[in-house]
Each structure stands twice: as C-alpha cells, then as structure tokens.
C-alpha cells in the first residue's frame, strides 16, 4: 500500500513563506514523478509544480519566481517552498506522485489528502 504524507500548510499573511513537504512509502519500486497540485474553492484542481526522476521540472506560470520544488531521491520525498505569497495562492495543496509497486509494476496516479495553505492578511 502506498501512503503520501503531506505537512506544512497553514495560516500565512501577503508576502510570506511557506514549505510543503510529502513523503511517499510503500513497496515502491520506481518513482517516475512527485509533484504538487493545488485545487482552490470552485475552481479545478491545477498544477502547480512537478520533478522528475532525472530532475527536470515544470512550475506553473502563476507561481514561476515564487516557488521551488525539490526532491530527496533517498527518502522519497518532495517539498515545495513557497516564497512571496499571495491570496490568490489559497487553495488546498495535494501531493502527487506516479511511481510503481511490486504489487502493480505498472505506473500509477497516487494522491495526498491534502493540506489547507491559506493566504490573508
């Protein structure tokens, strides 16, 4: 079974900083992707950014500048830093991840719960 854990949302103010953090376990054989996505009230849930297993990344244009997605290889995690916030940037943030397992060997969509990351002054 493949867990996403996700951690470090919150209550910031215009301007300030946040880091999310998803750590994936399971039996996991390969991680293709881990990434970000953010769904705001009544909108469609939408990227934000995402890295590959050779590092490459694809940030969304509304958030290029301001956030950096990064990725520890060993531990299997993925964290977001989220610089310069604004209220349009509330939303809830999911933690994605497409990897395979010894069960499926097959690649996979796999979600975080997702955590609350509210901009207001």
Do not use: H
Request: aromatic share 8%; hydrophobic share 35%; with cysteine.
């Amino acid at each position: 079974q493949v867990r996403l854990v996700e951690s470090g949302g919150g209550l910031v103010q215009p301007g300030g900083s946040l880091r999310l953090s998803c750590a994936v376990s399971g039996s996991i054989v390969s991680i293709y992707s881990m990434g970000w996505y953010r769904q705001a009230p009544g909108k469609e849930r939408e990227l934000v950014a995402v890295i590959s297993g050779g590092g490459n990344t694809n940030v969304a244009d509304s958030v290029e500048g301001r956030f950096t997605i990064s990725r520890d290889y060993v531990k299997n995690t993925v964290d977001l830093q989220m610089d310069s916030l604004k209220p349009e940037d509330t939303a809830v943030y999911y933690c994605n991840a497409i990897l395979s397992t010894i069960a499926t060997r097959s690649r996979n969509n796999y979600w975080g719960q997702g955590t609350q990351v509210t901009v207001s002054s």
